[in-house]
């Protein structure tokens, strides 16, 4: 879907999937997508992602043409929605791996990337978006509280190892 000229969001694709390991692979530099190596647990961590309807992985393209086709991957996020018996039953979005290509940052990508996001979960009838950032990333915390996004829990996380 087209969000503004030049730009277009859409659910990932398989193509995508070096691009977007690239923007997960560094916060701080622009990878090559063609350096990225795709493992088997990466194909299938995404094949599960695509085939289910509870999940989403969006990309967020520039330079698209006027059918919002082409384009370089500059941003991705993934979505999660949850059912859940609070709130009256609806269900929740979880946003994860929030990225935005290091030197495209600053000019309102991620704003638009969120925007865009938030806007999918309130058309699906979610009461909520929520999601977690690591402590040390001061400048997405501050980005997220303008977004609207509120510090209202304290998060914990278990690493497991494999067996």
């Not at 088997?40 to 086709?69: K, Q, T, Y």
């Not at 495209?104 to 990337?113: C, E, S």
């Amino acid at each position: 879907m087209s969000v503004v000229p030049g730009l277009a969001l859409r659910p990932a694709t398989r193509a995508d999937l070096p691009a977007v390991l690239a923007l997960l692979a560094d916060e701080d530099d622009v990878v090559d997508p063609a350096t990225v190596m795709v493992t088997r647990a990466h194909e299938r961590a995404f094949a599960a992602i695509d085939a289910d309807p509870r999940n989403e992985m969006l990309v967020l393209l520039e330079e698209v043409d006027d059918r919002g086709e082409g384009g370089t991957v500059v941003g991705c996020l993934q979505a999660t929605y949850i059912p859940g018996l609070g709130k009256g039953g609806a269900e929740r979005a979880l946003i994860e791996a929030v990225r935005i290509r290091a030197d495209r940052r600053g000019g309102g990508l991620g704003r638009t990337l969120m925007e865009h996001a938030i806007e999918r979960a309130h058309a699906r009838g979610c009461a909520l978006v929520q999601l977690t950032s690591d402590k040390r990333r001061e400048d997405a915390h501050r980005f997220y509280t303008g977004l609207g996004f509120a510090r209202s829990h304290e998060g914990f996380k278990l690493v497991l190892q494999a067996r």
